[in-house]
Each structure stands twice: as structure tokens, then as C-alpha cells.
């Protein structure tokens, strides 16, 4: 069964500590996504990758960064957490353009 | 600006009946449109994918269709059972590689 898998579902942190999220899909999909899902705001683009150690912004990727090292796995970094980036981050990826993502289970990450 | 709409936020129907799920949009030239299904804690679930010179597609009980002239999507869920009870997400796609979603529908099937 192909999948996508987050490193963890809960995280806890303090403010002001970086944070390191990983997702790995076994797909080799060409294509792979963060998002942030909170009440009220829906699902919201972070970052995105078309291929290994390529980048793009999405629509909130204020201070976030990411790493794609190997096609397989994406990282998303916290380059310093705040409480306003408590929230559900979700990763997916998708076989390439015009095709249907497959999301994680998401972590919950939770800065104090 | 774009913008995504969902009908409403929750729809409730009685079993065996159908579901009807809007997804309309403004100032946007999608080149797809997803649906999703997300359980409460889990991700979104992909399940039908439409271009934008697609009328119609189904896939068992579900059917969903693309009218661009409406800008406008809609999901039908025949013969619904109480398992299809969840929050259900449309997604555009300009053709920019990323997908934007709407904020979903909670449907509950009530037997």
C-alpha cells in the first residue's frame, strides 16, 4: 500500500526552538507539499517541490523553510517556533501535475 | 481576489438519500478540480480528479461535475450511507502545480 509518512503526530515544543518535520513518501512521486490546517482557515500552502533540491513559496511560507535533498523525502523546518504556528501540518505528494495527492496523517504540533 | 466556495459548512441527509456538495469559485482558470474526504484527525483522501474539458466524472457512487461557464463543481454522493459521514474538500489546480483548497463541507448521514 503507497503511502506518505510524518515523522510524528504530536509534537510539543517551546517558543523560540527549531523544529524539524519529515515526511517520506515511497511512491517516487515527483511532487511534494506542506500545508498547515487550522479551524476557520482550511488547508494552506506552505512550501512546495517539483524534484530533488528544488523549492517554491506557497501562499504563508513566512518563517518556514525546506529541504529536499533526496526525492523521497521533503523536510519542513521551523526556523524558530512561535505559538501562532501551533496547528495540524499535513504533507502530500502527488505523481506529477493533473494527478490526485496522497496526504500524510499529519502531525499535530502543539508551541508553548 | 480568488476565492473558493463551499456551499455550507455542514449538510445533514437522511440515509439511502443523495448528497449534493457545491464547490464554486471566482478568479480562477482551474485546469483540474479534486475532492477530497478528511475524517476528523486524519488527511485529506483523495477520490475523483476532473479537467477542465470534462463534463462529468463518476466512480461508484460518487459523481462529480465541472461547469466553467459556472465556475462551479458539484459532488453527488448516491445511496449515502451513515460511513460516508465527513468533511469533504474541493481543490483547484491553475495548472501552477499546486492545489488550493476550499475550507470542505461536513456531511452527516444520519440512519
Known amino acids: 500500500d503507497v503511502k506518505v509518512t510524518q515523522s510524528s503526530r504530536y509534537l510539543v515544543k517551546r517558543t523560540g526552538e527549531k523544529v524539524f518535520l519529515e515526511c517520506v513518501q515511497d511512491?517516487?512521486?515527483?511532487?511534494m507539499f506542506w500545508y498547515r490546517q487550522d479551524p476557520g482557515l482550511g488547508l494552506r500552502l506552505i512550501y512546495f517541490?517539483?524534484?530533488?533540491?528544488?523549492?517554491e513559496k506557497g501562499d504563508i511560507p513566512e518563517g518556514y523553510s525546506v529541504s529536499r535533498e533526496k526525492k523521497e523525502r521533503f523536510s519542513l523546518i521551523l526556523e524558530s517556533a512561535s505559538t501562532n504556528q501551533t496547528s495540524m501540518y499535513l504533507c502530500?505528494?502527488?505523481?506529477?501535475?493533473?494527478?490526485?495527492?496522497?496526504f500524510g496523517s499529519g502531525t499535530r504540533l502543539t508551541v508553548v | 481576489s480568488q476565492k473558493i466556495e463551499q456551499n455550507s459548512e455542514a449538510l445533514n441527509i437522511q440515509e439511502g438519500k443523495t448528497a449534493t456538495l457545491t464547490c464554486n469559485y471566482t478568479?480562477?482558470?482551474?485546469?483540474?478540480l479534486q475532492w477530497y474526504r478528511q475524517d476528523p484527525g486524519r488527511g485529506p483522501v483523495f477520490l475523483l480528479l476532473?479537467?477542465?474539458?470534462?463534463k462529468e466524472k463518476r466512480k461508484e457512487r460518487l459523481k462529480v461535475t465541472f461547469d466553467t461557464t459556472l465556475k462551479q463543481s458539484l459532488f453527488h454522493i448516491t445511496a449515502s450511507q451513515p460511513a460516508d459521514s465527513a468533511t469533504y474538500l474541493c481543490?483547484?489546480?491553475?495548472?501552477?502545480?499546486?492545489?488550493?483548497f476550499g475550507d470542505g463541507t461536513t456531511l452527516t448521514v444520519k440512519p
Open positions: 476532473i479537467r477542465e474539458n470534462e
Open positions: 478568479n480562477y482558470s482551474p485546469a483540474y
Open positions: 481543490a483547484l489546480d491553475t495548472n501552477a502545480g499546486k492545489s488550493t
Open positions: 517541490s517539483y524534484d530533488v533540491k528544488m523549492k
Open positions: 511512491m517516487d512521486h515527483e511532487n
Open positions: 502530500a505528494s502527488s505523481f506529477r501535475q493533473g494527478y490526485g495527492y496522497t
